[in-house]
């Protein structure tokens, strides 16, 4: 089993920056595939950003892309996501996930272990 502990989110105005952060146990860290996911208020969970194990694999989505940075610390069994120039829309409820088999997924059933999610507010 994987147990995924998301912190970092909170209320921030629009053009700042917060960090979120997911520690990872249970499980070989480095093998995982980890992903950031958001789901806002009445609406679906959606992809943000991924990273494969050894870090060049990346990927955004294109809501994010420039202003988002996903990292990972193989050493420290974390992985990060770096929120720069937020807006008013990545109001959400961010969630860290877990994909074991490799996939590179944007997609939210790829991923077999989640956190319990961190609120980043975003006011304008």
């Known amino acids: 089993q994987v147990q995924l502990v998301e912190s970092g989110g909170g209320l921030v105005q629009a053009g700042g920056s917060l960090r979120l952060s997911c520690a990872v146990s249970?499980?070989?860290?480095?093998?995982?595939?980890m992903g950031w996911f958001r789901q806002a208020p009445g609406k679906e969970r959606e992809f943000v950003a991924y990273?494969?194990?050894?870090?060049?694999?990346?990927y955004y989505a294109d809501s994010v892309k420039g202003r988002f940075t996903i990292s990972r610390d193989n050493a420290k069994n974390t992985v990060s996501l770096q929120m720069n120039s937020l807006k008013s829309e990545d109001t959400a409820v961010y969630y860290c996930?877990?994909?074991?088999?490799?996939?590179?997924?944007?997609?939210?059933?790829?991923?077999?272990?989640w956190g319990q999610g961190t609120q980043v507010t975003v006011s304008s």
């Open positions: 996930a877990a994909d074991r088999d490799y996939g590179l997924s944007v997609s939210v059933d790829a991923y077999d272990y």
């Open positions: 249970g499980r070989t860290f480095s093998r995982l595939v």
């Open positions: 990273i494969g194990w050894s870090r060049l694999s990346t």
